[in-house]
């Protein structure tokens, strides 16, 4: 019926939306074509196939795509696709015939290619042989091209038979037991939809680097960043008019005569006990060389010589590089296997690049762990923890007090119990950059306002009081006195703020007269002020300032006020 | 808050004419005590903290003290009062200090000290003060003020250190106490021989420390060689830390004052350098200009002010302003730390930490029932083997972190660990193939027992006599060498302005490498694992791939197919030729570049120039696109230069170019030209080069491929340390 047929088509047009949308977040790059077969009108590079309608060229997608979607949805874009598009005969041969000349016209190398199938019909040709015969022939040329065909195919009455045509046509599982093919559709239409905002990055190496055990002995590892924290993709610069890009160009040039310095023309220096100290470029680079890049083993240690609390970067994983030096996976394996089975950690001393100080790190023995379904769930190698420098570690006063008693600790044990979970690192997403994305994809697409999005960050409140009952106040009765507030002492600070009656007085500038300031020069107490007055002492006297770490400030007011 | 404690301390040293002796070979005790006090006062320089400083010399030539009078306290000179050392200290001590011809007693040079800190100390707040005594104790001494100067000492609070040429007793105790990295070199010389002024002087020296600490006091008399070991290594960047108070909430009743300090985390150098005019020195004399411009062929510059900013959506650019962006973002409702449920420690992964810093959390000081209530959660957890996740939010201003809060329960304290946790985004789901079950790399037995000794023989953990554990290297007991190397060069540059960087100071070298004892204990096994596994450096067979390859332009096309399209390029040529091409636009440089130096319209130098400038401009790009067709007017630079017959011009752009290469990141491009061995013109093709063809083949091979890496960006900008900073 015409229903059914609206519901299928805007389901599969709801999922070919998906698609543009998260690719354009997760990989801008990626080109991606959008051809409908069976139309009644024709439209395709050359013109040369019959109902093939290339509504999208390969190209990387962009919001256009986005909105032309919409336009074939509902109501009026059924009417707008019956009159642009049509529907007509259907050869889904031709329609593949297309899609090889599409990749081949493009002139990139391309590391992968995949063409999804959409349909509803287990027989789209209705028996016609020498139809389905072309298809199977066009799609095992696109295969042989490397071209991975995959189909995502709708439920329909009787369900939708694979292997009436399609087990022809489409790759063949990686996994040899998973020969079954596809038996749930929706799951895979499912997965489609669901909205994946997150950038999507390929799996390269940072460095390839040798790893030393001593004299003589190297191998070649890769190293791999598994964790680090994803960032809102820099902004671009446009001019206000066009929305061209422009770029930025900086160049150095004499104060007074105006000419270009070019890079021998500076140095570099830095003020210490009142002295300028003067070096070059390459000096600077220089004094932070100690060694060649890699990692050299200084020996190992028990795992619980590695503490928790001696964290400073996130980790890197490495993995050996058979093709630098042959046999390094052989050694990589025996050290992971007796590492993992004594339990202790290698010690190395690791300088990542040219020009780069070292730096201690555990290597941490991982073995390869695989989920249900056979896929590897953490993969083999050594994960690369660093470890902190004396300076690295702050000394502090800690706060002594009073300890809980056991009856406090049980209560607070039931409290633990009833609100504990299985912790997953995947499971939290970053609000802050699911908001800048659903903000530009709103301004993209035209929305009126952006996408909720549902901030994993906050604590459920209203289900752990539900959780806990009368545990809160139960325990509060054991640890705080009645009339204790944990809360207090912040109300003073809320007065300030209240009477400061709006934004617009803010506390009164801080100015500083020369006097003063040349007596905290001669004194040498700058350091008492803060750092906005001497921000703002420094635009007093026009002192160009480079940085805004306070002590550079400081040095900056000290050599233009003892002149 | 307490301010910064400082102290005030005078270094009072011998210079009298014994302490010039010495054993052939050996370096004389002034020499050695000169360099103590050179490494004190760098330390104290680079550390920047308000102590202030004075020198005392003793056995000077003349007399210059406030209590020199009637013949008493001669040949003492106060060189430099209390005040925080800078350079010019260092300099004075590098060129100023020099051996005297006299003799004087260190008692009444020690009187001139004490003297020295009571006046100039007077009126100012000082939380410690202290004298140190350099000396061969080779004088008479009189000792019959001995009890006065012990009792006035004590008065005052002033401490004593002492450093001498040979140690307190005949072994050397000094190395008794300390941690530091390796044990210190031998012994400095034998406690025999000494003269018996110097007998005489040790019992004194007992006597006053002694009384003055009572059994520990002995710690403090130091040799001069242990002394130099210890003060070498830079007084750490000292940071104090920052409290943040915040609540622990756990539902909607439940909340715990805390208070947070950053326990660890990664410290950066303080300052950073400035650019300065390499002639007159002068940071002023450089201008700073960043100009934004067009993407066109003019590069037309465009003002600041009429720029706005967008970000990437697919292949399109959204404008979305900096107000807008502030209007629109995340907004966090302030500082919190709310636990949003409990799991077992074990699901926390180690290798998932995220962030740079571990804070410690503590009840809020003072605050009993705060105490009790954390404490009790801090149990809890430990006892069920769990951690707390938390939202953690350092300020309005910050963004929100999901982390775990671990339990920590020492001997002293309690607390809790916080440690960020990565978001989704973060992770990187790559898979690699296996290892283990793989034939191709499965270790034998014998290859595993050889990695098995191996690592029993390198343990950097040791059993001692008393069969306990004992770490042999501690990395959090190391100074990060990166400033101690910064420092040193700076100190070096500072009082030698003219000399090249020293080398790396021999005992951080040492420290950087693995224990002597490790090295020698796994030579066995080493050469066990080397012969049992073979390892051999795969020679690379020379890529074939070119540009064009890897952009897929023309993959496997025969040679023939080339040759067609540089006819094609040469009809059109003589086409465009017939038009009227007057300089090398941005659309099809190649092709203008080509026609220009065919018509001769403009000389070959001028027509390069152009060409080179539309180089530049599209490298400026840093994009594949845009280096592709960098590389075709490479190419057509390089083919006219030959078949006109004149290297010079693009063999020294090239040379030029491969210098830029690093600082401007182009290591990418860089390889294509490797890849289509687009080298410098040699002799051989064209006569007037003066690059052989052996230089022209090396040239494109930098000595190391660099990754560089992008710096992270820090975009979280509220935190602990800017606080700091604004205090």
């Known amino acids: ?563 | 808050m307490a301010r910064a404690a400082k102290s005030a301390l005078v270094l009072c040293m011998d210079v009298g004419f014994s302490m010039s002796n010495s054993e052939p070979g050996q370096e004389p005790p002034f020499e050695q005590a000169k360099k103590v006090i050179q490494k004190f006062v760098q330390r104290q320089v680079f550390a920047e903290n308000k102590d202030e400083v004075g020198l005392v010399l003793f056995g000077t030539d003349g007399t210059k003290n406030r209590l020199a009078k009637d013949g008493q306290y001669e040949n003492i000179t106060v060189h430099r009062h209390l005040m925080m050392p800078d350079f010019e200290l260092l300099e004075e001590i590098e060129s100023e200090l020099q051996p005297g011809g006299q003799q004087a007693d260190w008692l009444d040079a020690l009187v001139v000290c004490m003297d020295l800190l009571q006046q100039e100390t007077m009126g100012k707040k000082f939380e410690r003060l202290n004298i140190v005594l350099l000396t061969d104790l080779n004088v008479q001494t009189s000792a019959d003020q001995l009890d006065v100067i012990i009792n006035s000492l004590k008065k005052a609070g002033i401490t004593l250190q002492f450093f001498l040429p040979f140690p307190l007793d005949g072994e050397d105790r000094a190395d008794g106490g300390g941690d530091g990295p390796g044990p210190s070199a031998a012994s400095a010389r034998p406690g025999k021989g000494l003269s018996s002024q110097q007998t005489q002087g040790l019992e004194m020296v007992k006597n006053i420390m002694t009384s003055l600490e009572e059994e520990d006091g002995l710690e403090e008399v130091h040799t001069f060689r242990d002394a130099l070991e210890k003060l070498s290594i830079f007084k750490r960047i000292d940071r104090r830390p920052m409290a943040w108070p915040c609540q622990l909430t756990i539902g909607s009743s439940l909340t715990i004052r805390i208070v947070g300090y950053k326990a660890v985390t990664e410290e950066k150098v303080k300052k950073s350098w400035t650019i300065v005019d390499a002639q007159s020195h002068q940071r002023d004399d450089v201008k700073r200009e960043t100009v934004y411009c067009l993407n066109d062929d003019d590069e037309t510059e465009v003002q600041k002010d009429d720029t706005i900013q967008g970000f990437r959506y697919g292949s399109d650019i959204v404008p979305f302003s900096k107000v807008d962006e502030d209007q629109m973002k995340y907004k966090s409702d302030g500082k919190c730390f709310s636990v949003l449920g409990f799991t077992k420690q074990e699901l926390i992964r180690r290798h998932q930490f995220m962030g740079s810093q571990v804070v410690k959390v503590f009840a809020a000081r003072d605050d009993e029932h705060a105490a009790v209530a954390l404490s009790a959660l801090i149990r809890a957890l430990d006892s069920l083997k769990m951690a707390a996740i938390v939202r953690y939010a350092y300020d309005r201003r910050s963004n929100p972190q999901v982390g775990a809060a671990f339990p920590c329960i020492k001997e002293k304290y309690e607390c809790l660990l916080y440690v960020q946790l990565p978001f989704m985004e973060d992770l990187r789901q790559f898979t690699f193939p296996m290892l283990e079950n793989n034939k191709k790399f499965t270790p034998s037995e014998s290859q595993l027992s050889a990695a098995d000794a191996l690592i029993d023989s390198m343990m950097l953990v040791e059993k001692d006599e008393d069969g306990e554990s004992v770490d042999v290297f501690k990395v959090n007991h190391i100074p990060n060498p990166q400033f101690q190397r910064l420092f040193q060069c700076l100190h070096h540059r500072g009082v030698n302005p003219d000399d090249p960087l020293p080398p790396v100071e021999p005992w951080l070298k040492r420290a950087l490498e693995r224990p002597q004892a490790v090295s020698a204990r796994c030579q066995a096994p080493l050469q066990d694992v080397k012969t049992k596994f073979p390892l051999k450096v795969v020679v690379k067979k020379k890529e074939q791939k070119t540009s064009a390859d890897v952009f897929g332009s023309s993959a496997d096309e025969p040679d023939a197919k080339r040759v067609k399209v540089d006819e094609e390029m040469e009809f059109n040529l003589a086409e465009i030729a017939a038009g009227n091409i007057t300089s090398v636009g941005s659309v099809n440089p190649v092709r203008d570049f080509c026609a220009l130096v065919r018509q001769k319209t403009v000389s070959f130098d001028q027509a390069c120039q152009q060409l080179t400038h539309r180089i530049e401009q599209l490298l400026g790009n840093r994009s594949p696109e845009y280096y592709m067709k960098s590389i075709a007017c490479i190419q057509a630079f390089r083919d006219q230069s030959v078949s006109s017959g004149n290297a010079e011009l693009f063999n020294s752009y090239m040379q030029s170019l491969k210098r830029s290469v690093p600082d401007r990141n182009l290591q990418e491009f860089w390889d294509l030209l490797i890849q289509d061995a687009l080298t410098l013109i040699s002799k051989d093709e064209v006569d007037g080069s003066t690059i052989s063809k052996q230089d022209a083949n090396q040239f494109l091979a930098f000595e190391q491929k660099e990754e560089v890496q992008a710096a992270p960006v820090q975009e979280d900008t509220g935190d602990v340390d800017d606080l700091l900073d604004m205090m």
């Open chain 1, 1 to 563: 019926t015409k229903t059914m047929r609206l519901r299928r088509t805007k389901r599969i047009l709801e999922c070919v939306r998906s698609v543009y949308t998260s690719k354009i977040i997760s990989s801008d790059k990626d080109l991606v074509a959008l051809v409908f077969y069976g139309t009644e009108q024709s439209k395709n590079p050359r013109n040369s196939f019959k109902h093939v309608y290339v509504y999208h060229d390969l190209d990387s997608p962009g919001s256009q795509r986005v909105l032309d979607i919409d336009k074939l949805l509902g109501e009026k874009g059924a009417q707008f696709a019956e009159k642009t598009i049509g529907s007509g005969e259907t050869s889904l041969g031709e329609a593949l015939w297309c899609c090889s000349n599409l990749y081949s016209d493009i002139k990139l190398r391309l590391s992968h290619k995949r063409l999804m199938i959409f349909t509803c019909r287990d027989d789209p040709h209705g028996g016609d042989g020498a139809k389905d015969r072309q298809a199977r022939t066009k799609a095992a040329d696109l295969k042989e091209t490397g071209v991975v065909i995959d189909l995502m195919h709708l439920t329909k009455p009787g369900g939708f038979d694979v292997s009436l045509f399609f087990c022809d046509i489409v790759s063949p599982p990686e996994d040899e037991s998973e020969l079954g093919l596809q038996i749930e559709p929706c799951r895979k239409l499912e997965d489609l939809q669901k909205r994946v905002r997150a950038k999507e990055l390929k799996k390269r190496s940072q460095s390839r680097l040798t790893f030393s055990l001593g004299e003589g002995v190297n191998l070649a590892v890769g190293v791999y960043v598994l964790a680090r924290t994803a960032t809102k993709p820099s902004a671009v610069k446009l001019h206000r008019d066009t929305n061209e890009p422009v770029r930025t160009k900086t160049r150095y040039f004499h104060a007074h005569n105006g000419g270009i310095l070019l890079p021998n023309d500076m140095k570099r220096a830095q003020v210490y006990g009142k002295k300028q100290i003067v070096m070059e470029k390459d000096e600077v680079d220089e004094i932070k060389k100690f060694d060649d890049p890699g990692l050299v083993l200084m020996g190992f240690k028990p795992m619980d010589r590695l503490k928790l609390h001696h964290h400073i970067r996130p980790a890197l994983f490495i993995y050996p590089e058979e093709e630098q030096i042959s046999g390094s996976s052989c050694v990589f394996t025996a050290l992971l296997l007796k590492c993992s089975e004594k339990n202790v950690f290698a010690l190395c001393r690791y300088i990542p690049r040219r020009n780069t100080p070292p730096r201690f790190v555990a290597l941490v023995p991982q073995r390869e762990e695989l989920d249900q379904s056979q896929t590897q769930a953490t993969p083999p190698g050594f994960n690369v923890i660093f470890l902190p420098f004396a300076d690295d570690i702050r000394t502090l006063d800690a706060h002594v007090g009073p300890t809980a008693s056991d009856e406090q600790v049980d209560k607070m044990k039931e409290i633990v119990h009833k609100l504990r979970f299985k912790y997953k690192s995947d499971s939290f997403e970053n609000p802050v950059l699911q908001q800048h994305y659903r903000n530009l994809e709103a301004l993209a697409l035209n929305m009126l306002e952006p996408e909720p999005i549902e901030d994993l960050t906050m604590p459920k409140v209203q289900m752990m009081d539900a959780r806990l009952g009368p545990l809160a106040q139960e325990f509060k009765d054991l640890v705080y006195p009645p009339d204790y507030n944990p809360e207090g002492k912040p109300a003073a600070k809320r007065k300030t703020a209240e009477s400061g009656g709006g934004a617009a007085e803010k506390k009164p500038k801080a100015e500083i007269s020369e006097e003063e300031l040349k007596n905290h020069v001669a004194n040498s107490t700058l350091g008492k002020l803060t750092v906005p007055v001497l921000k703002d002492a420094c635009k007093q006297f026009g002192i160009r300032t480079t940085g805004t770490k306070k002590q550079e400030l400081i040095d900056a007011l000290t050599m233009q006020l003892s002149k």
